[in-house]
């Protein structure tokens, strides 16, 4: 039961998320938990946990007597984020090159196969899910608790946002490539050229969604 209303307030929290990006939802726009609840067709339990969420993202803000406002994230906030996620993934890219146990390079390298396949496919929700697990094991493979908690942490807050660059045309297929250059920088070694193609990566995955605002804009 737990996990069904888990999952009910992530597919909740997410759906929340692409309305504000692509703009359904307009900053200043006040969130009413009753409202969300009768849209969506569910107890106002999960849509407080789902705003909740979305509170530490910086989409919405949880403020007293008015509860949650869509926040506006300018487009020099979300540059500096970026900035910050893309030092702190090459960081445990280089460390994973470093210090990945062979088990883990293994799993790594099979993850990666089977992305190739998702891709292939088409399948954008499964390569979402691996994409998240894909990174994770980056912070794990760095082997450093301190840069892990805090790459985990920003990553969180900017979800909506890498989540979002999937729906660009031609990004998956991009993404994947870009994440064969780290994998093969983990796999032999490499640890320089693993920092280097992370911090690529990242920059790529904010110009997808700078790519994306601007075909919604049009």
């Given at each position: 039961m737990a996990d069904e209303r888990q999952t009910r307030t992530e597919k909740l929290?997410?759906?929340?998320?692409?309305?504000?990006?692509?703009g359904?939802?307009?900053?200043?726009s006040r969130l009413d938990e009753h409202m969300l609840a009768e849209r969506y067709g569910t107890s106002r339990t999960p849509v407080r946990e789902a705003l909740?969420?979305?509170?530490?993202?910086?989409?919405?803000?949880?403020?007293?007597?008015?509860?949650?406002?869509?926040?506006?994230?300018t487009s020099?906030?979300?540059?500096?984020?970026?900035?910050a996620m893309g030092e702190?993934?090459?960081?445990?890219?280089?460390?994973?090159?470093?210090?990945?146990?062979p088990i883990?390079?293994?799993r790594l390298d099979a993850l990666h196969e089977s992305m190739g396949e998702m891709t292939a496919c088409g399948d954008v929700a499964a390569y979402t899910a691996s994409n998240t697990v894909f990174h994770t094991m980056f912070y794990a493979g760095a082997h450093n608790v301190v840069v892990s908690e805090m790459t985990i942490a920003l990553r969180r807050r900017l979800a909506p946002f890498?989540?979002?660059?999937?729906?660009?045309?031609g990004r998956l297929a991009r993404s994947?490539?870009?994440?064969?250059?780290?994998?093969?920088?983990?796999?032999?070694?490499?640890a320089a050229g693993a920092h280097a193609a992370m911090l690529h990566h990242v920059s790529l995955v904010e110009d997808a969604f700078d790519q994306l605002q601007r075909i919604s804009a049009v």
């Open positions: 929290a997410a759906d929340l998320a692409s309305a504000i990006l692509d359904t939802l307009e900053p200043g909740r969420q979305l509170a530490t993202t910086g989409l919405i803000e949880l403020r007293p007597r008015r509860g949650a406002v869509v926040t506006q994230v020099e906030q979300l540059d500096t984020l970026f900035v702190l993934e090459a960081t445990c890219a280089r460390l994973s090159a470093l210090s990945m146990t883990e390079r293994r890498r989540q979002a660059q999937f729906r660009a045309p994947h490539a870009e994440h064969g250059a780290v994998v093969q920088a983990v796999l032999t070694g490499d």
